[in-house]
């Protein structure tokens, strides 16, 4: 066992977001943990809401997350402040209540409002949120939850109709603009301030269907379901490779000028001139590189250090 890794995560986590303070991870079943910059607990776990956190940023010392259940039907979007603590309903509270007046909002928020369909996509500047709600829309918001504007669920120019082809997986702001990316490929490039279509455009290079798109700076990391990785600098294809299964997560990695990737029971770095692939023994959902390494977060809830040690020397992203 490694020394010096950070405490297990006492349930299984999904969902790992960064911001300026630390790290917040939440559960497939609605929990919540609060990690100081050291990756140490900075509490208890708690469990706002009984369900699964779909997508959520933090901006201006709010968790904006968006929960889902399937099962019940219920989906919301809220706002908690940044370490909140306060456990909501239990599951069980949540389903006897089913049909009466009961509202089902996370415990602790800031604001909350029910949606009417599934959330697909979230992203923020800091400033406005944009999402997309399954065939009902794309909205744009301030982080107080003021509307900016909405539109109809985007309308994709693809030749032959495919099963999800046209399902949004990836959502990016950039500048003044928005960049939607679709399961078969094409991406819709959009005006932040109105959300107008302005281009479509096919990535080039890329076998669909597409499960994750993950960007950092002018690079572009496409996913598909079956294992394939591409790296994209600018719509133009930099690496591919193929690995065991779909991909959990990625980071870039600005020491080894690539990608760092969660893969199906292995880690592995894309840079521009090899792949690097390690086995895991369990699947890792998170990767974070950190020092001269990285630390991978796995579906159990343990830290391992990764087996691929970074370049020395190189400090700024590419």
């Not at 779909?54 to 402040?81: K, S, T, Y």
């Amino acid at each position: 066992m490694d020394e010096g890794l950070p405490p297990r995560i006492p349930f299984l986590p999904d969902l790992v977001i960064h911001h300026p303070d630390g790290v917040v991870i939440t559960g497939m079943d609605g929990e919540v943990v609060w990690l100081d910059t050291n990756l140490q607990p900075l509490g208890s776990p708690s469990q706002p809401h009984p369900m699964r956190i779909h997508r959520a940023v933090v901006e201006n010392d709010l968790l904006i997350g968006m929960w889902l259940d399937r099962e019940l039907l219920l989906a919301c979007m809220a706002a908690l402040p940044v370490g909140s603590s306060e456990n909501g309903r239990t599951r069980a509270e949540v389903r006897a209540s089913m049909g009466t007046r009961t509202t089902h909002q996370p415990a602790g928020h800031v604001w909350t409002h029910s949606l009417d369909a599934e959330p697909m996509v979230l992203a923020s500047n800091g400033e406005v949120l944009v999402f997309e709600l399954y065939r009902r829309g794309l909205y744009s918001t301030k982080t107080n939850a003021e509307e900016r504007w909405r539109q109809p669920p985007p309308s994709w120019n693809y030749s032959k109709r495919r099963p999800r082809n046209e399902e949004t997986v990836g959502l990016q702001i950039k500048g003044e603009e928005v960049f939607m990316t679709s399961k078969g490929g094409r991406v819709q490039r959009r005006a932040l301030d109105t959300g107008a279509l302005l281009e479509e455009y096919i990535l080039p290079g890329i076998e669909g269907p597409i499960e994750r798109h993950f960007t950092s700076g002018h690079h572009d990391l496409m996913c598909s379901s079956h294992g394939t990785v591409s790296w994209l600098t600018g719509q133009k294809l930099v690496a591919q490779a193929q690995l065991s299964g779909p991909v959990q997560h990625a980071a870039w990695d600005a020491q080894m000028k690539g990608w760092r990737i969660a893969g199906w029971r292995e880690e592995a770095v894309l840079a521009p001139d090899t792949v690097q692939r390690e086995a895991t023994s369990e699947i890792p959902v998170h990767v974070y590189p950190h020092r001269s390494g990285a630390l991978l977060l796995m579906n159990d809830g343990t830290w391992q250090s990764s087996a691929i040690e970074s370049r020395h020397g190189v400090t700024e992203e590419e």
